[in-house]
């Protein structure tokens, strides 16, 4: 199972909103709404910021959003913060198993 | 508070055993699935195994079927992943995760244990 492919780095400034891609396949994020979004700080373990494609947490702030369409999932940070820099990884069902993105560096400028 | 706790990582010579723990609390663990996920020295995410909460249905990434065997002891809270057969490969930072209730995220992550494999 590949894994689902991201940008490897996005930048912005603060206030700002970007967005960071998953792309996968029909077999994957296209087949199923079984999209979840994880947030890494350097030496920290993952968080969870997003799952069943555009559903948060409890505890997580409304500037996180997420979508899909077709084989492509996305989250959205709007008002960019300080605090968002960090690194970001999707992850799908895939029927048997489950894949991970290959990650996105977020630079807040 | 949900904690997850692992534990028994270290160094390894390449074709030897490890037995990596997480130790839970704060939850009712036998009501959870839970996974294995590593993650290699400035690499990603990967997922490497999964058990149900009754511990009766299990899953293996390609890479370690074969070689790592997951369980539970729901009396002790606690979550193992027997690793055999080590390979440089797998030297990573191991995290062990509780699947959400809606069974396809994963909503809190221990700190993880680093296994290192090497001659």
């Known amino acids: 199972q590949s894994a689902l492919t991201q940008p490897a780095s996005v930048s912005g400034s603060p206030g700002q909103s970007i967005t960071i891609s998953c792309t996968g396949t029909s077999s994957d994020v296209g087949g199923y709404n079984f999209v979840s979004w994880y947030q890494q700080h350097p030496g920290k373990a993952p968080k969870l910021m997003i799952y069943?494609?555009?559903n948060r947490p409890s505890g997580i702030s409304n500037r996180f959003s997420g979508s899909k369409s077709g084989n492509t999932a996305s989250l959205t940070i709007s008002g960019l913060q300080a605090e968002d820099e960090a690194d970001y990884y999707c992850?799908?069902?895939?029927?048997?198993?489950?894949?991970f993105g290959t990650g996105t560096k977020v630079t807040v400028l | 508070e949900v904690q997850l706790l692992e534990s028994g990582g270290g160094l390894e010579q390449p074709g030897g055993s490890l037995r990596l723990s997480c130790a839970a609390s704060?939850?009712?663990?036998?009501?959870?699935?839970m996974r294995w996920v590593r993650q290699a020295p400035g690499k990603g995410l990967e997922w490497v195994s999964a058990i149900s909460g009754s511990g009766g249905v299990t899953y293996y990434a390609d890479p370690v079927k074969g070689r790592f065997t997951i369980s539970r002891d729901n009396s002790k809270n606690t979550l193992y992943l027997q690793m055999n057969s080590l390979r440089a490969e797998d030297t990573a930072l191991y995290y062990c995760?509780?699947?959400?209730?809606?069974?396809?995220?994963?909503?809190?992550w221990g700190q993880g244990t680093l296994v290192t494999v090497s001659a």
């Open positions: 704060g939850f009712t663990f036998s009501s959870y699935a």
């Open positions: 992850s799908s069902y895939t029927r048997t198993s489950y894949v």
């Open positions: 995760a509780r699947v959400c209730g809606s069974g396809h995220c994963l909503d809190c």
């Open positions: 069943e494609v555009s």
